[in-house]
C-alpha cells in the first residue's frame, strides 16, 4: 500500500465522494445529531470507531468465509463442490454485516455509558440508530461487494477510517451553520429539519467542486 | 441447495458466537453499577424534562436525588404524592414544600413608551442587545414573547396590554420563562406572595413618571403605608421583605401609580364585578 493510495483513498472519502453530501448515505443521524457541535463531534467519532471496526470485520468475514472460493467453503465443503463455486454472497451479505454492525454499536454504547455518560445520555437513541445508519452499512458493501475493485484489508480499513472522517466533517461544518441558523430570522415552515436540508443541498453543490481531483472520479 | 443452508448457518453461528463473546466480555469490562432506586425515582418524576430543577432532565434529578446531592423538592413540578413517595422510596422524612408559580415583575407593555421602532429578530434576547432594547424604559418587559416560546406548558401568553401573561393552572413554576428573560423580570416565586411590586426600574421617579404608566416612581407612600415596616424604597425602587410583609395590601391600595399587585384584592373585586353583574341582568 503506497502513500499514494493511502491519499487516493482519504480524498475520495472525504471530499470527491463524501458518504453524507455526495452519495447521500446516513442523512438521519447527520440530520438528527448536527444541531450542537460537541453532540456532533460526539456522533462523528462513534459513526467513524462503527465504520472502521466494521470495515475490518466485514473485510475477513467476505475474504475468507463469504466470497466463491473462500478458505471457509474449501476447508468444509472442499474445492469444487457447488457451493464453493458460487459462494455465499448473495444469501449472506445483508444479514451477516447487519450482525456485525449492530455488535459493534452495542459494543460502542457499552463503552460510552461506562465511561463517557454524559455523551451517551446526549446522543440517546442516535446511538442506537447507528446500527441502521445506511452509511455503515454503504462502507461495508462500498469494501466489499461494490468495490470497483479489490482493495485489500489495508485498503478497506482506510476507506472506513476516512468515511467516518469525511462524516465528522460534514456534520461539524453542518453544526457551524446550524448554531447560527439558531439566531437568524427563518420562516416558521423552514425551521428545524427543511431548513437544513436545503444547506444540506447547497453543501452538496459546494462538494461536487471537489469532483475530478487527483484524477478521482 | 442443502450445502448452502448448513453454509449459512456456520457461518453465521461462528459470527454470532464470537461477536457474543466479545459482547459478553466488554459488558463485563465496561459494567456500569446502576442504583435500581434511580429507576425508581425516575418513574415517579415528572419525565416532561423541562429542566425546572437546572438539570439536564428527569434522569439526571432522579441520579442527583438518589445520590443525596439534591433534596426531592429540587423538582418544582412533581406533585405531593409523588414527592412524598420519593421521600418514602429514600427513608427520608417528608417535609410541605410550597407551590412556586411564575410571576410577571413588569407592568409596563403598551403603558410603557417605545424610543424607537424595532425590526429585528422577533426574540426579546436578540432586541435587547441592540441599544439596550425598544422601549425606553431599560428595565421594562420587551413583549417579544421569549418566555412564551420557552414555557414548554403553554402556560404564557401576550396579553392585549403588550405583556406576557402566566395562566395560573398551567403553570408548574419549572422556571424556563426566568432563565430565558434577558430582563429577568418574570421570576418563579411562593405562590403565597400575594402581593408583589410590578416594576424593576431603578430609573429616578421623574423619569420613570413620563415613559412609563405604572413604573414605581419612588415616592415613599407604601413605606409610610406599611403597618410592619415590611416595604422600604431601595436605589427608587420599592422592595417587600416578605420576611415581614403579612399580605395586608395597603401599600397596593396607597400605591399612586398601582405598581403593586394585590392579587387578593383584584379577586375579590372580580368576585363582586361578577356578583353584581348577575344581580344586574335579572333586574
Known amino acids: 500500500m503506497n502513500l499514494q493510495l493511502i491519499l487516493q483513498i482519504a480524498i475520495l472519502n472525504l471530499f470527491v465522494q463524501n458518504f453524507v453530501v455526495q452519495r447521500f448515505l446516513g442523512l438521519c443521524p447527520f440530520i438528527g445529531q448536527s444541531d450542537d457541535k460537541h453532540k456532533a463531534i460526539g456522533m462523528g467519532i462513534a459513526v467513524t470507531f462503527v465504520m472502521t471496526m466494521a470495515s475490518f470485520v466485514t473485510y475477513l468475514l467476505y475474504a475468507y468465509f463469504l466470497v466463491p472460493d473462500s478458505w471457509f467453503l474449501r476447508t468444509v465443503f472442499g474445492p469444487g463442490a457447488g457451493i464453493t463455486e458460487a459462494g455465499l454472497l448473495d444469501v449472506l451479505v445483508t444479514v451477516s454485516y447487519i450482525l456485525v454492525i449492530a455488535s459493534l454499536v452495542q459494543f460502542v454504547e457499552m463503552f460510552l455509558r461506562r465511561f463517557v455518560p454524559t455523551l451517551y445520555r446526549a446522543m440517546g437513541i442516535y446511538l442506537a440508530l447507528i446500527t441502521t445508519n445506511c452509511a455503515v452499512m454503504g462502507v461495508a458493501l462500498l469494501n466489499t461487494t461494490d468495490a470497483p475493485q479489490d482493495l485489500g484489508l489495508t485498503g478497506a480499513v482506510l476507506q472506513g477510517v476516512f468515511a467516518g472522517l469525511g462524516f465528522t466533517l460534514v456534520m461539524l461544518l453542518m453544526a457551524g451553520i446550524r448554531e447560527r441558523l439558531e439566531y437568524l430570522n427563518v420562516p416558521p415552515c423552514f425551521k428545524g429539519a427543511p431548513i437544513a436540508f436545503l444547506c444540506t443541498g447547497l453543501m452538496a453543490l459546494a462538494f461536487l467542486g471537489f469532483a475530478g481531483m487527483a484524477g478521482l472520479g | ?283
Open chain 2, 1 to 283: 441447495m442443502s450445502s448452502f443452508i448448513i453454509g449459512s448457518l456456520i457461518v453465521m453461528a461462528v459470527l454470532a458466537m464470537l461477536l457474543g463473546i466479545v459482547l459478553a466480555v466488554a459488558s463485563k469490562v465496561f459494567h456500569v453499577d446502576v442504583d435500581p432506586r434511580i429507576e425508581q425515582v425516575d418513574e415517579l418524576l415528572p419525565g416532561a424534562n423541562c429542566g425546572g430543577c437546572g438539570l439536564a432532565g428527569c434522569a439526571a434529578a432522579a441520579e442527583k436525588i438518589v445520590a443525596g446531592d439534591a433534596a426531592p423538592s429540587i423538582c418544582p413540578v412533581c406533585g405531593d404524592d409523588a414527592r412524598a413517595e420519593i421521600y418514602e422510596l429514600l427513608g427520608m422524612s417528608s417535609e410541605e414544600t410550597e407551590p412556586h408559580i411564575a410571576r410577571m415583575l413588569c407592568g409596563g407593555g403598551t403603558g410603557c413608551k417605545d424610543k424607537e421602532e424595532y425590526h429585528g429578530v422577533e426574540d426579546c434576547r436578540a432586541a435587547v442587545l441592540i441599544q439596550e432594547g425598544p422601549k425606553a424604559c431599560h428595565f421594562a418587559c420587551v413583549g417579544l414573547s421569549s418566555c412564551v416560546e420557552a414555557c414548554p406548558f403553554e402556560a404564557i401568553f401576550i396579553g392585549d396590554d403588550g405583556l406576557p401573561h402566566v395562566i395560573e393552572e398551567r403553570c408548574t413554576a419549572c422556571g424556563a420563562c426566568e432563565r430565558v428573560c434577558p430582563r429577568g423580570v418574570i421570576a418563579v416565586m411562593p405562590a403565597k406572595r400575594t402581593v408583589w411590586v410590578k416594576c424593576q426600574s431603578h430609573d429616578k421617579g421623574k423619569v420613570v413618571n413620563k415613559i412609563c404608566k405604572t413604573g414605581c416612581i419612588a415616592c415613599r407612600r407604601c413605606e409610610k403605608e406599611c403597618p410592619v415596616d415590611a416595604i422600604h424604597v431601595i436605589d427608587n425602587l420599592a422592595v417587600i421583605d416578605y420576611e415581614k410583609c403579612i399580605l395586608c395590601g395597603k401599600c397596593a391600595k396607597v400605591c399612586p401609580k398601582n405598581t403593586i399587585v394585590d392579587l387578593r384584592a383584584r379577586r375579590r373585586a372580580e368576585k363582586k364585578a361578577k356578583e353584581a353583574e348577575a344581580a344586574g341582568k335579572p333586574a
